[in-house]
């Protein structure tokens, strides 16, 4: 049997889109329908916005833990949290974590290597790209990392906060990420990790000047890998 997935939800539309991704996905794996169990636990975003908002990295993993004992409870073998920025708290709390985790910039950073990328453009809420989340990861891995411009960081958590996590897709949005993937595309990288998951619902193959890395669906792939192969 595969194992059971806990997904330590942040932002509904990010949560959303990893669940279905794993129940989507699931069927190449184990047939027709198939998925393994999932359970999700999401406390309001209006409490992690606070912390972060008051640097208050401890009062986020307090939040992540408390979603990782309710999952615990229901029978998860493991956790995911499809949020990229929260992972900066993940740290302070893991030692006492009932479960494991998958971190969702090692997924990210194993992904980029397997696919011969040597510098990525970051993109993210002003918390994520102001923090060590994705280049100590990438670091580690000898590839190199250009984040926004402070004008750049100010329009995308605008769009992340404003539009993107109330379901709001807009044209000018698109837009703007085309022009800053651009950006880092003439400045020497190789691809973009879309490193909130939300902007995967506005940035694509189709649409981005340079080749993605979607963190959410890459950690929901990792995760089904991991149920199935354990």
């Known amino acids: 049997m595969p194992q059971h997935i806990g997904i330590v939800g942040c932002s509904a539309e990010g949560a959303a889109l990893c669940y279905k991704t794993i129940c989507a996905d699931g069927a190449q794996l184990l047939g027709p329908h198939a998925h393994p169990e999932v359970s999700m636990h999401t406390p309001s975003l209006a409490g992690y916005v606070e912390c972060l908002d008051r640097g208050d990295l401890q009062g986020v ?12 409870k229901t029978g998860a073998d493991f956790l995911v949290c499809p949020d990229n920025t929260i992972h900066q708290a993940l740290p302070l709390i893991e030692a006492r974590s009932p479960l494991p985790w998958l971190h969702i910039a090692e997924v990210v950073a194993a992904e980029a290597v397997e696919r011969g990328y040597r510098r990525l453009g970051l993109t993210g809420t002003r918390w994520l790209v102001d923090s060590e989340v994705y280049p100590e990861k990438l ?36 837009a703007r990420f085309q ?17 909130c998951t939300e902007i995967p619902l506005i940035v694509n193959d189709t649409n981005s000047p340079l080749p993605l890395l979607d963190s959410t669906r890459l950690l929901a792939r990792a995760a089904l890998r991991r149920a199935v192969q354990a």
């Open 139 to 174: 670091a580690a891995r000898r590839l190199a990392c250009m984040r926004p411009s402070d004008a750049e960081r100010d329009d995308i958590q605008r769009i992340i906060m404003d539009e993107l996590v109330y379901g709001v897709f807009k044209p000018e949005a698109v």
């Open 179 to 195: 022009q800053l993937i651009g950006r880092m595309k003439d400045e020497g990288c190789d691809a973009v990790i879309l490193g």
């Open 61 to 72: 993993g307090e939040l992540m833990l408390a979603s990782a004992h309710k999952l615990a």
